[in-house]
């Protein structure tokens, strides 16, 4: 049953497992939601902010109706204390979008998320903790399990998508935007690019520089959905493996934070799915779709590059495989592949290799770091302990593809593994000698993600650890996606009693761009030319005070010409590496500016070097900055009159 039945079905399940024909189920329900909009518009202003007043409005409905729960607070406590939370810190999404982004009237914004809450709470109840569904065993609860959990996953992000502001790494892109090229220091351009496609329709506020994340997951979505289906003849492993990509650390992230990785996972199932369908499906045309996002891939980040290279190794090793050697379409897909990715070539043969010099030799260069243990703690992370642990699972499970018609094939088994191998091996090996970076693997997981749906929707257990993973990982889609709400609301509104981590990203970065503003116009002298904004680190200060100063100028839509941004620069010009701005702000453009210094450590701003760049230099003095009533951040800053540039700096 469950493998056959219809999505279309759930509303009618949902609906024959609620007393919705008994008043006092009518009454209750109703009495619940009016009471909890009306304390929520009492509340909110009222000594509460918006955090708290939600929170208290919704458990106190719950509370007023709690007759309604006893049964199921006996019978399934934690599943119930599991969907209270779920709700409760989803609909601070909600209310953040309705309050904050749209700026509704309190009233109307409390009774749309008063609605909102029971819809959702009373379908989560109906669904899996009713009578009813206690006593279901026909595969029903599987299907409504694992839609449910796709379902809420991307509301999730969809209500907070535009409430946090950036992080770092998403203002430096967005800056990447407002510059727009064929190629940068540190990674391709299809970074840009979207981000100033979606800017340009969607706006500069945070949801639009986020919105090609979530479209990037969604692309990853259907071609993850297309090579389960491809893998496996049972419909529920492709619904397995959406639950997986919504639910998985890596997926949910790169899903909701706009970096090039999210593109790059993009890519690279796309190129997955049309590797899968050419190498054991036989089919000649794939080679061409592969050879499409292998180019829009590398366009993305130089990653890419390990998954046609994975390919090589595999059409060499694999008997059948090689007839491709003598074939003309996997030649045609490297050469689409190379004409996608040749505008970068362009760039760095124009700018003397920097790019393939950057992201190579001087990484060589490196000093010697054994960052194996971290890159190996960082797949805990990225994974979840028990899908970590179900990897193990995998080769017993490809030894035994006839224990069922819906097992993925020997050829599936053995290339979708070789696209998860052989790139680990690589990223491992690195990692033994120079630093890496946690998210290097985050790729590499798709390729077995429909082995992993299968091994979660077999009924037959190969192993002890498949059976032990199985039991294991609903409770873990639980505590995550709990997880994931918690730290969502604690970045957007804040969690009561909760202090926010000092100087986290960009969080109340409208407050301490506000100041810098004001200290600008102060020091700026009548009819004189306004303060030059540096911040002394690599990239990160220029980057977030560069947007949210655009934010608060209203400069959203201008060109790089547009004054906040033109007017923020780094710490080259005092000799370090800034990465992408020695290009766009060469330190001969400001030589007699007035500067205003910013950072996080105060004797950053006490070096000798520093002061010897000014005529003269001012005091050093301290920014604090607040985020919904709470202290975020504190920095310092430091005026500097009439810019040096001395040479001896950038020899």
């Known amino acids: 049953n469950m493998g056959h039945m219809s999505l279309r079905f759930l509303p009618q399940l949902l609906l024959s497992r609620l007393p919705l024909d008994k008043p006092a189920f009518q009454v209750a329900v109703l009495a619940g939601l ?44 934690f599943q ?39 819809l959702l709470f009373w379908a989560g109840y109906g669904l899996f903790i009713s009578p009813a569904a206690a006593s279901d065993d026909s595969g029903n609860q599987t299907v409504a399990f694992v839609v449910s959990v796709v379902i809420y996953a991307l509301l999730l992000r969809l209500a907070y998508l535009g409430l946090p502001e950036l992080f770092f790494e998403e203002a430096y892109y967005w800056n990447y935007s407002r510059h727009l090229d064929t190629g940068y220091l540190d990674h391709p351009p299809l970074v840009a690019w979207l981000i100033a496609l979606f800017t340009w329709f969607a706006g500069s506020d945070e949801f639009g520089v986020r919105l090609g994340s979530l479209f990037c997951w969604g692309l990853a979505a259907v071609y993850t959905f297309l090579l389960a289906r491809d ?45 899968h369908r050419a190498l054991v499906h036989d089919q000649g045309f794939a080679w061409l779709g592969a050879g499409v996002f292998i180019g829009l891939g590398m366009l993305a980040k130089y990653t890419m590059a390990l998954l046609p290279l994975t390919v090589i190794l595999y059409v060499l090793y694999d008997r059948d495989a090689r007839k491709w050697l003598f074939r003309y379409e996997p030649y045609l897909a490297a050469a689409i592949a190379l004409l996608l990715f040749s505008p970068v070539i362009a760039w760095n043969l124009e700018h003397d290799w920097a790019s393939f010099s950057y992201q190579s030799v001087e990484r060589a260069r490196g000093s010697f770091h054994f960052d194996l243990p971290k890159q190996l703690g960082s797949i805990l992370l990225l994974l979840t302990p028990t899908i970590a642990v179900a990897l193990f699972a995998l080769p017993a499970l490809a030894l035994n593809t006839q224990t069922s018609s819906a097992a993925p094939g020997r050829g599936s088994n053995r290339l979708l593994l070789a696209f998860m191998l052989v790139p680990l091996a690589i990223f491992l090996l690195l990692s033994v000698g120079r630093e890496s970076k946690y998210y290097w693997t985050a790729p590499v997981w798709i390729s077995v993600v429909p082995l992993l749906a299968y091994l979660f929707s077999s009924s037959q257990d190969t192993s002890r650890l498949q059976s032990a993973v199985k039991r294991a990982w609903p409770p873990t889609i639980l505590i995550f996606l709990v997880g994931y709400a918690a730290i969502l609301h604690y970045w957007s ?70 004054a906040p941004v033109a007017e923020t620069t780094s710490s ?29 450590k105060s004797r950053i701003l006490e070096k000798d070097y520093v002061a010897r760049q000014f005529d003269r230099v001012g005091e050093i003095r301290t920014i604090t900055y607040d985020k919904n009533g709470r202290q975020a951040g504190t920095y310092y800053y430091r005026l500097g009159y009439g810019y040096r540039g001395n040479e001896k700096l950038f020899r």
């Open 80 to 118: 119930l204390l599991a969907l209270i939370l779920l709700i409760l810190l989803l609909r601070g999404g909600i209310i953040g979008v309705f309050v904050l982004l749209l700026q509704w009237p309190i009233v109307v914004a409390a009774l749309l998320t008063a609605l909102t809450s029971a």
């Open 34 to 77: 009016l009471l909890d909009a009306v304390l929520l518009a009492l509340l909110y202003g009222k000594q509460f902010d918006l955090a708290s007043a939600h929170m208290l409005s919704y458990l106190s409905a719950l509370a007023a109706g709690s007759f309604l729960l006893f049964p199921a607070l006996r019978r399934k406590p």
């Open 231 to 275: 893998v496996s003849s049972s419909p529920l492993v492709s619904l397995w493996s959406l639950t997986l990509l919504a639910v998985l650390p890596v997926f949910f992230f790169t899903g909701f934070i706009m970096t090039p990785d999210a593109l790059l996972i993009a890519c690279w199932s796309a190129t997955v799915f049309y590797l």
């Open 493 to 562: 509104l804040g969690l009561p009693a909760v202090a926010y981590r000092q100087n986290f990203h960009l969080l109340g970065w409208y407050g301490f761009a506000g100041q810098i503003e004001q200290l600008v116009d102060e020091n700026t002298p009548p009819g004189g030319q306004r303060l030059l904004v540096v911040g002394m680190d690599r990239h990160k200060l220029a980057s977030g005070l560069g947007y949210y100063r655009s934010r608060l100028a209203n400069a959203d839509r201008d060109s790089a010409a547009s």
């Open 572 to 600: 080259h010009l005092f000799g370090s590496n800034s990465l992408m701005y020695r290009f766009w702000s060469p330190y001969t453009n400001y030589i007699g500016r007035d500067m205003i210094l910013i950072s996080d």
